[in-house]
């Protein structure tokens, strides 16, 4: 079974400052895709960035892109010019590519953004 | 923009009732979840369903059950509540995963918080 590993559970980053958050799994497949999810305090879960494992070139969505290593199994997020709306907790996900196969979340991650 | 509506956001129960927990999706999704999320351990997939009358196990299925009667609506039942349920329950929906579609993103509802005393 897949499972994703969220090894800090808190972080803390300065307004307009840049954070990564970490993030590995571990999975035989060769074809998967991985997301980041953020959950603000009003806690609406909202999706922030994804990467398909096929492709080499990392994701980016303005601010946020991610540093993803196939080989080493690693998939971190990272957070620039931070904000203070960037406060909420993050998880990382994994999904396997087949039909409609189920996401595996990380336990989550809380960062703070200090004014 | 897709709309995932719990019907409550806070929920206060007694042991051994019956719970339904209530999640509609307006974007005619095939796909529909229920999610437990406890502080330090995630979110951990109580039950989902691909199709109307289907639903799956997922990894913490105990003590709950599941009703898709209609494509927009996917009930979560707690049959006898106890207090190792009192959690935070999510609903998401999405469109069937699978080749092309893997990278589609699960929509997510504001949560309920259920209380069991």
């Known amino acids: 079974a897949q499972t994703v590993t969220q090894s800090q559970p808190e972080m803390s980053v300065q307004e307009a400052e840049t954070v990564t958050l970490s993030c590995t799994y571990d999975t035989s497949e060769s074809d998967y895709y991985l997301f980041w999810y953020k959950q603000p305090p009003s806690r609406q879960m909202i999706l922030v960035i994804r990467?398909?494992?096929?492709?080499?070139q990392n994701a980016t969505e303005n601010r946020f892109s991610v540093n993803f290593q196939k080989a080493a199994k690693s998939f971190s997020l990272k957070i620039s010019d931070s904000q203070l709306g960037d406060a909420a907790m993050y998880f990382c996900?994994?999904?396997?590519?087949?039909?409609?196969?189920?996401?595996?979340f990380g336990k989550g991650i809380t960062l703070s953004v200090r004014p | 923009d897709v709309k995932v509506t719990q019907s409550s956001r806070y929920l206060v129960k007694r042991t051994g009732e019956k719970v339904f927990l209530e999640c509609v999706q307006d974007m005619d999704h095939e796909n529909m979840f229920w999610y437990r999320q406890d502080p330090g351990l995630g979110l951990r997939l109580i039950y989902f369903s691909y199709d109307v009358k289907m639903k799956e196990k997922g990894d913490i299925p105990e003590g709950y059950s599941v009703s898709r009667e209609k494509k927009e609506r996917f009930s979560l039942i707690l049959e006898s509540a106890s207090t190792n349920q009192t959690s935070m329950y999510l609903c998401?929906?999405?469109?069937?995963?699978?080749?092309?579609?893997?990278?589609?993103?699960?929509?997510f509802g504001d949560g309920t918080r259920l209380s069991i005393l």
């Open positions: 998401a929906s999405s469109v069937p995963t699978g080749g092309g579609f893997s990278n589609q993103p699960q929509h």
């Open positions: 990467q398909e494992a096929y492709k080499q």
């Open positions: 996900a994994y999904r396997s590519s087949g039909a409609n196969s189920k996401l595996t």
